[in-house]
């Protein structure tokens, strides 16, 4: 956890242009992607088969505790009990940090003091941190909710700061030439100047966001889809487990998958500079 | 012969006094940190409805000059008039022209265009009505739906001249403005400029690089030197008017001029 994710502007999405060469390149890795997918499956299968470990159960067998799940109800109550510390840690990160980030790009004041807040966050191991937390929250909601937190803030907070620092000085001069004054400056160009590199920002946040909450329903008190994790292992349902797992990671790559998608779309590559 | 048309000045304030000056340097000096002297006591009046080009060699303070006249930048020392007054940041005066477009790429042709009538407070559809007729004086009619990057560099730059002139200012600033096209629409940029001082009746500041192009376009052409920079030259081109640009090149007062010219920032290139 202390990698530090920053937003690339790099290439995504296709290009307008060039509709030929990257449909064709789509439909490639469409094709990569899903036969990438059947060799998993059946690697896993041949492995759970083979039984080289007790605990690791075949594919077939996780699919099928998996529909069991969700035909019971456990499965749609533990995602609907994670997604609360989720959605309201995402919510308070988002505004926070884009605030944090935005105010930190303009002015070297609040970069001097608030900076290294984040750096420090983004640095520290957050499974060290979570006792902390406890002892001093407790382990109800809000103690969720702060790890969600601990993890999305600093990098969608970063990458604003850094998004807000690399708008061209020289539109930022344009405006004040045409007599713009520091809010239109602020709000006609260093905002929408800003926004592809703090979407992408936004779309790291969310993925830390996911690994928060898991931890935090892991090591705090098992809730939801930890609790779901932490019970079939306790009770040897092992393809229940291993289903959950599979299920909150497909989750989260969903999630992203579907941001990185706006974003391609919102922010299509050639808008992004004028070079 | 040649010479003797090219009004030649050793001093560095010029014999001939701008009758009706727009702008007025006074004693302006530039310090950037503590010993970076960018400018050193410039003083110099531009003519209004003239175009006055600044040459010299690379740093020696024409984009700090033409910055502090815009307003953008204040400067250490002395003072800058437009019209009698004493800038104290940009005003609907002056429009500047920026080297590197200044185009904001999520905006159309139409919003870049437009922007400096919204700063104003322009309503929408007046302003995309003003902003229409200076697409289509630049030549780009039909390219208001377009973006930044689905123009060449030629038609970015004249997009950038649209938005200065939709603020209808007296005074453009142009900060090297043709310095990233090619030399056929470099040309075309150039009979644009005689077109609109005549038409629009304008006053241009422009840097530029380029000697020929300074000796070609300008009414005089303000030379600097480099550290301190101060003004060294004042050169008043005698290029007869309406020369086609094939004649130009083979005019004894254009090739004297631009001889002078080279043989005065020469000291500093080697
Ligand atoms: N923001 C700044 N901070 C410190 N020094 C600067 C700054 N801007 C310019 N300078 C210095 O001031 C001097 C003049 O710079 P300026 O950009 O005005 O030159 P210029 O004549 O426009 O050069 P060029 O032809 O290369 O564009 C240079 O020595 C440059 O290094
Ligand atoms: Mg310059």
Known sequence: ?275 | MSLALAKKYEEPTPVTKPSNPIIEVRGVSKVYGNDVVALDNINIAFETGHLTSLLGPSGCGKTTLLKIVAGLLQPTAGEVLVKGKPVTGPGPERAFVFQDFALMPWASVMDNAAFGLKMQGVPRSEREDKARHYIAEVGLAGFEKKYPHELSGGMRQRVGLARALAVNADVLLMDEPFSAVDEQTRRKFQEDLFRLREVEKKTFLFVTHSIEEAVYVSDRIIMLSPRPGRISEIIDPAIPKGINPDDLRRNDVYLDTVEQIWQGIRKYVE
């Open chain 1, 1 to 275: 956890m202390s990698y530090s994710p920053t937003a690339q502007p790099a290439f995504a999405g296709p290009r307008r242009d060039a509709p030929t060469i990257w449909s064709r390149i789509g439909e490639v890795t469409l094709f990569w992607k899903i036969l990438s997918v059947v060799i998993f499956a059946a690697l896993w299968e041949y492995a759970g088969r083979t039984g080289f470990n007790f605990s690791f159960p075949t594919f077939s067998a996780t699919v099928s505790a998996f529909f069991e799940m969700v035909a019971d109800g456990s499965m749609g109550a533990a995602y609907l009990r994670t997604l609360e510390p989720l959605v309201i840690g995402l919510a308070f990160s988002l505004i926070v940090g884009i605030s944090a980030g935005v105010a930190m790009g303009l002015r070297r004041d609040v970069e001097w003091f608030t900076l290294p807040v984040f750096i420090v966050m983004q640095a520290a191991p957050m499974a060290a941190l979570i006792p902390l937390i406890t002892f001093v929250y407790g382990i109800g909601l809000a103690s969720k909710v702060l790890a969600v937190v601990m993890l999305s803030l600093p990098v969608i907070a970063i990458n604003s700061y850094k998004a807000v620092r690399n708008v061209p000085p020289s539109l930022v001069s344009m405006c004040h030439s045409f007599m713009g004054n520091r809010r239109q400056q602020i709000f006609q160009i260093v905002i929408p100047a800003a926004s592809p590199m703090m979407f992408a920002g936004l779309r790291l946040g969310v993925a830390e966001g996911f690994s928060g909450v898991v931890l935090a329903e892991l090591l705090i008190t098992p809730t939801g889809i930890g609790d779901l994790i932490t019970y079939h292992r306790s009770v040897a349902n092992f393809a229940h487990m291993y289903a959950t797992i599979a299920s909150i990671v497909l989750f989260a790559i969903i999630a992203v998958s579907t941001l990185q998608w706006i974003e391609a779309k919102l922010f299509r590559p050639e808008k992004r500079s004028s070079k």
